[in-house]
């Protein structure tokens, strides 16, 4: 949590763009930019990390996004403040990804307003699904996707939010898996909670998620949750309801 997590993250980026820099150098001189996806894509310090790695400036494009809709089979997004000041035919990306809804509209908005040859996607977390629906996306509009995971590509939860390592879809190394049932008690814990990056924007609200989550799988003697705290402002996690209420295994927590 913390500094500690943001330091992390800044790590992971910087480990992706040095792994892809003989995709992404050729580009700079063309022009090339930071798609942020506020607020989750703010933890990944994507400039910063592009300024260790080639020396230089990634200059930001900023959209908000919130779910104004989850249901099933479908997740409807909603932009209600965007700055593209700086357009750029190639853009990197930084984003936890579940369904994959707010990076496709994101691009879609961005592309009213720019011509867009190629992406790269740095996901620390995220789904197969949202990458598969990221993928048809770029496909349809002929741009260029690069997309990487971190540790896994994950399983997404009926929910709509939890990334698990122990999810049935889920593609990783064994040695992750075998890892994640020791740590998890063999239950498909989200491996990032419901809201990425709330580690380090908002400690005390993440440890109250990590209470309902600790109770909701009823680990609350297992030791899997080292920092929680009873929720005692509701407003701080009524943000997370639509997580809460929501089916995630068959049965319904409120």
Not at 43 to 57: K, L, P
Request: hydrophobic share 45%; with cysteine.
């Amino acid at each position: 949590m913390g500094l500690e997590f943001s330091q992390a993250c800044e790590e992971a980026s910087a480990a992706f763009l040095e792994h892809f820099r003989p995709e992404i150098e050729p580009f700079i001189a063309d022009g090339i930019a930071e798609l942020m996806l506020l607020s989750k894509g703010l933890y990944y310090w994507m400039h910063n990390a592009f300024a260790r790695v080639f020396h230089q400036n990634l200059e930001i494009n900023l959209a908000a996004a919130q779910r104004a809709e989850v249901s099933n089979d479908a997740v409807r997004i909603e932009i209600p403040y965007f700055n593209f000041d700086s357009p750029a035919e190639n853009l990197i990306i930084g984003d936890t990804i579940a369904s994959g809804a707010t990076i496709c509209a994101a691009l879609s908005m961005y592309l009213q307003r720019s011509g867009l040859k190629r992406i790269f996607v740095f996901s620390i977390a995220g789904s197969v699904v949202g990458g598969q629906a990221i993928a048809k996306f770029c496909r349809s509009n002929e741009i260029d996707l690069t997309l990487a995971y971190g540790l896994a590509a994950f399983g997404l939860g009926v929910n709509g939010f939890d990334l698990s390592f122990l999810h049935p879809e889920t593609i990783t190394n064994k040695k992750y898996l075998d890892h994640a049932r020791t740590v998890y008690k063999d239950k498909p814990i989200s491996a990032v909670g419901w809201d990425f990056g709330t580690q380090a924007q908002a400690t005390r609200k993440y440890k109250m998620l990590c209470w309902l989550e600790e109770k909701y799988w009823a680990v609350e003697n297992d030791g899997v949750f080292a920092l929680t705290e009873r929720p005692g402002d509701s407003a701080l996690v009524n943000k997370e309801r639509v997580a809460l209420g929501r089916e995630r295994d068959g049965s319904s927590f409120e």
